[in-house]
């Protein structure tokens, strides 16, 4: 029975730890890369120069 504990909590850290992971890596997938050149320069990161050059490559 305490091997049957044990293995619960086990599987249920595990399943905790792969959830928080998915949704991190789902929150990163979902900026395109314009809108991070706009962040980047409400931020005051980039020059406007600067996001109208990038802004042209892309």
Partial sequence: MMIGMMLFWIVLIAIGFYLLHRFINDRKEELSPMEILKIRLAKGEIT????EQLSKKL
């Fill in 48 to 51: 406007l120069d600067e996001f």
